[in-house]
């Protein structure tokens, strides 16, 4: 069993940053790291996955070149750098563990997919 704690959430407002923090304990059974997000009345979407092999990443397009997925190895955590926060990227945000390949994980598909273990989420609210 993976086990998986975010932390980092918070309100801010928009063009601020959050880190958001991910610690990953249990077994070692996964490959494949990423956060999800979903807002009240919206569908869940893969934010970004990260190879934990190499630490090759995918992003959604809606955060590419705003938000920084990345992780420490030592620490068994992982992180979400966003930067600039707009509006629209308010929502719960998830912490995901996955196994696959090292493409499965930087795939699109692996961001639509639904990964075997989930934290509780940490709640992200950007004001105008």
């Known amino acids: 069993q993976v086990r998986l704690e975010e932390s980092g959430g918070g309100s801010v407002q928009a063009g601020g940053s959050l880190r958001l923090s991910c610690a990953v304990s249990g077994s070692t059974s996964y490959s494949c790291l990423g956060w999800f997000r979903q807002a009240p009345g919206k569908e869940r979407e893969g934010v970004a996955s990260?190879?934990?092999?190499?630490?090759?990443?995918r992003y959604a397009e809606t955060v590419k070149d705003r938000f920084t997925i990345s992780q420490d190895n030592a620490e068994k955590t992982l992180y979400l750098q966003m930067n600039p926060l707009r509006p629209e990227d308010s929502a719960m945000y998830y912490c995901?563990?996955?196994?696959?390949?090292?493409?499965?994980?930087?795939?699109?598909?692996?961001?639509?997919?639904?990964?075997?273990?989930w934290g509780q989420g940490t709640q992200v609210t950007v004001s105008s």
């Open positions: 990260i190879w934990t092999g190499t630490g090759t990443a």
């Open positions: 995901a563990a996955g196994g696959g390949t090292g493409y499965d994980c930087v795939s699109a598909a692996w961001l639509s997919s639904t990964p075997n273990y």
